[in-house]
């Protein structure tokens, strides 16, 4: 079987890029030829003119729509997997891809069907004010700090609703959460066409050490819907407990309270020192104000034996389940975070435990082994089907 992937970069290399390319990765085991077609946000957006660019070809990309029809006649793929189309790639490719007869699959990272911004987020904190064809409200409410910057998502999102570029084009949309399907669904999209396969993470084979480490890893960008500001808070009220963060902060952001002594900041870490800061802590620790996609710190930290502790809501609900991998807390609730994090501080020889349920869970539901399966099926079926 011959696949093609199509993706957009963003602008620095992100979890979704780690997605994407662990995705080609098991296609490659699977035996698939995999041709690829990417664009890139990195260094394009700093003037006027990549500003611009990246408007317009949110639209309609002309080069892109030319490259894809050329990729149709000459590279001749059984399916196509479509990724991230903004900006430079747009949906307008999904027509031609259809015309010619290739079922499209579209693996769904994020919220960008039905929030322009792709993150059901404003000012940090949830919002679906968005959903079921309401994308004026990132203008209404400058969601992106940027009147154009705003106008131009929330254009782009109508624009590709009312021409139904996904609705009449894409086959079936591969949902990393239930909780993707859900909201999918109360947009109007045709639940039928849904499927779940969650992220992966690959080279799950030894067993870890569950020997409980001697701080509180915190894995990521460091930005405020993260809950940065509520991780911070907390640490002042434990001072016997020490944090250690991992992670570059978001461009812009400025940590604005005090930092206690017993927070550590790396900054960004490579994989290989990256083991020894899971390894060497005691659990993971994810404050999101906001939904989130599914982060794939949970699982790197999974995969070292160690549980987390979330927020009681969107896909977290899914991956943590509650006194057995990990625990959840109320979104936002600084009281009811300090609590959740002494209970498993104080508790070595349940964070273990649960350590060991966090590597199961992931060694059986979320390894390239647990989901080769799930994508060969449902290829095999596209295929078959055209």
Not at 10 to 29: H, K, N
Not at 173 to 201: E, S, W
Not at 336 to 350: F, G, H, S, T, V
């Amino acid at each position: 079987m011959h696949l093609l992937l199509i993706h957009n970069n963003y602008g620095a290399y992100s979890g979704e890029e780690t997605v994407v390319d662990r995705q080609i990765s098991l296609f490659e085991q699977l035996g698939y030829r995999i041709s690829v077609y990417r664009k890139t946000t990195e260094g394009s957006r700093g003037t006027a003119w990549g500003n611009l660019k990246g408007l317009l070809q949110g639209f309609y990309s002309p080069s892109s729509v030319k490259d894809i029809k050329r990729m149709m006649q000459v590279d001749k793929p059984d399916v196509v997997i479509v990724h991230n189309l903004y900006p430079y790639i747009s949906p307008a490719i999904l027509k031609p891809i259809k015309e010619a007869g290739v079922p499209i699959v579209m693996t769904v990272h994020n919220f960008r069907l039905m929030c322009p911004t792709g993150l059901f987020m404003q000012n940090a904190r949830p919002c679906e004010r968005c959903l079921g064809g309401h994308e004026w409200n990132c203008i209404r409410y400058n969601c992106e700090h940027s009147f154009l910057k705003s106008l131009g998502y929330a254009g782009r999102n109508w624009y590709a609703r009312i021409t139904k570029a996904y609705i009449d084009h894409v086959d079936v949309y591969v949902c990393i959460t239930r909780f993707q399907i859900q909201k999918l669904t109360q947009a109007g999209f045709d639940p039928h066409k849904m499927v779940h396969i969650p992220n992966f993470q690959d080279d799950v084979k030894r067993e870890p050490n569950y020997k409980p480490g001697d701080y509180v890893a915190i894995s990521g960008r460091l930005s405020e819907e993260k809950g940065i500001d509520l991780a911070l808070e907390v640490a002042a009220q434990t001072p016997e407990i020490r944090y250690v963060f991992a992670g570059s902060p978001r461009k812009g952001y400025e940590i604005t309270r005090s930092i206690p002594g017993n927070c550590a900041f790396l900054g960004y870490i490579s994989k290989t020192e990256l083991a020894g800061f899971y390894q060497n802590s005691r659990f993971l620790l994810n404050m999101s104000r906001c939904y989130e996609g599914f982060p794939m710190t949970i699982l790197e930290a999974a995969s070292y034996g160690k549980p987390a502790i979330a927020p009681a809501h969107a896909g977290f609900l899914e991956i943590i389940d509650q006194d057995v991998n990990g625990l959840h807390f109320i979104p936002g609730d600084a009281a009811d975070l300090k609590e959740k994090i002494q209970i498993l501080w104080n508790n070595p020889a349940r964070t273990s435990e649960m350590g060991h349920n966090a590597f199961l869970k992931l060694r059986n539901h979320y390894t390239s082994e647990a989901v080769k399966l799930q994508w060969e099926t449902l290829l095999e079926k596209l295929r078959v089907k055209n």
